[in-house]
């Protein structure tokens, strides 16, 4: 019962979400997957040292951040990753996940 | 770097003899082609591969001013808003020398050429145009900007000019500027310094002042402390270093920098809160504090209060409670004096820092804004932007510090996120960490 609950739910929202897409208009997710750029790179191409983050699974991605909360061992990626709640970091994996892994971009 | 390049290098003069390892580091990591001293090597098949041409966008923004926020806004404007959105980027200087990490080159661990970047990748990989010029009026109701006695047209126009400085009494002439300089814009002045450390004497005094916040970059002028007691230990024995701080107390990383005057750098930096710089004499070589204390010192660095940019001034574009910053809209950037002009980096008036790596952010955020604008959609309502830094406190260690901002409907303004700042301790793993994320964050502004 729940399960085609959620199935309904799903297939309502296709029609409208696509109905609302602009030409052009920004993907989701990818303002917010920017905050990670700087440090690993445009799209998530690190140029060197910190990790490459395009390509990667939305669920691996969501669930490394989600363990980086509190991991005291993270460094400068904890506060980063408590700073996104867990609906927004599924937003900017499904980002990462839909870029395309280029060479180390010069 | 592959041994023929470093050999190319070599053969050029390009690499001195003997490079510090956090130099020889960089160099390993950033791309030479970014830099204004080296040649640049675009594959033909290259141009203009990122930017799309398949959007519904026509229009043109200029920019003004090539930092850490024009820079970056003028790159994601083409990426984001494709070939039919001209971007015109109007620059006065031939590079751009980043400020993040120029303290490094007070202690000779990196060069002024390892930090000089150009906008070549800007034009040639996302066909920004640059006008070479300084812009000298802009006319909102008209919506141009003037320069070199003509004027360029724009629908939007981003102003990132960066800081100003307040004068000084007693450094009113160029001569006197040189010889106490503040080096808080990379460059010539930065150069200046550097000699005049190394000009220093044993047993010597440097003599640096830390600006009234806001002021570009707030842990820079600490990290500056302790970078240069960090050399004078090695080069200059018995020196000392100064800090009058015009400040109530240390403004950001308060545990960690207090740590590092008493403990790593005791007996060398002797810091002054509430102390500020009321004149100084460049001849005699002496400054007379806020409290009328005549202090003398072989180095004097006077690093001067700070406001947004001239040309913001000249636009009535200033307009903060005390007139000194642009305020703005803080989901958009859109100054609230002037529709259809964006105010990015240092000389906006928001709760964020005056930094580089947020300016970054502040960038893409207004480029989101300005692409969905031309095609008729609302600002993103929930934008978050984040600052990082790291800096270096001995010449093996780093600390970093972090903040991000998320948009408060309520108070219409970027307020930091519960949970998400934080700080980390001087160490070696940082000062690693450092180097990758100025390569990274480089390359995020200026290719």
Redesign the interface.
Known sequence: MKARFSIVLVLGLIPLACVAQ?????PPG???A??C??????NGN?????ESLAGMSADKFAKEMRELKTDDDA??M???A???TDA?LREIGRYFASQPRTRA?? | MNNNRRRFLAALGAAPLIMHPLARALAD?M?A??RGTKPVWIPANAPLSRV?T????QGRVVVIGGGMAGATVAK?LR??G?SGLQVILVERERTYVSSIMSNLVLSDALTIESLTFNWKRLMDRYGVKLVAGEVTAIDPAGKRVMLNGSSIPYDRLVVAPGIEFDPVAGLETAAAQDRVPHAWKAGAQTTILRKQIAAMPGGGVFLMSVPKAPYRCPPGPYERACIVADHLKRAKPRSKVIVLDENPAITVEKDLFTHAFNVVHAGVIDYRPGVGVQSVDAAAGTVKTSSGEMIKANVLNVIPNQRAGAILKEAGLTNSTDGRWSTVNELTYESTAAEGIHVLGDSAATMQPKAG?IA??EA??CA?VI??GF???AP?PA????S?CYSPITAKTAS?L???Y?YDPASKRMKP?A????E?PASA??M??M???F???M??SY?
């Open positions: 602009t030409a052009g208009a920004p990818r303002l917010l920017s905050n750029f700087q440090c690993h790179g445009t690190a140029v060197s040292g910190f460094g400068i904890k506060p980063h408590k700073a996104y927004q971009d010069r | 990591d791309p082609s970014l799309p398949n959007l519904p966008i994601y990426l984001w494709g790596h970054n952010q893409k955020v989101d692409v969905r095609l008729g959609l993103d934008p978050v932007t984040n990082a970093w972090t903040a991000l998320a996120i949970g998400g700042m934080g980390g793993r940082n690693e960490e180097r990758q994320w390569s990274n964050l390359t995020d290719a």
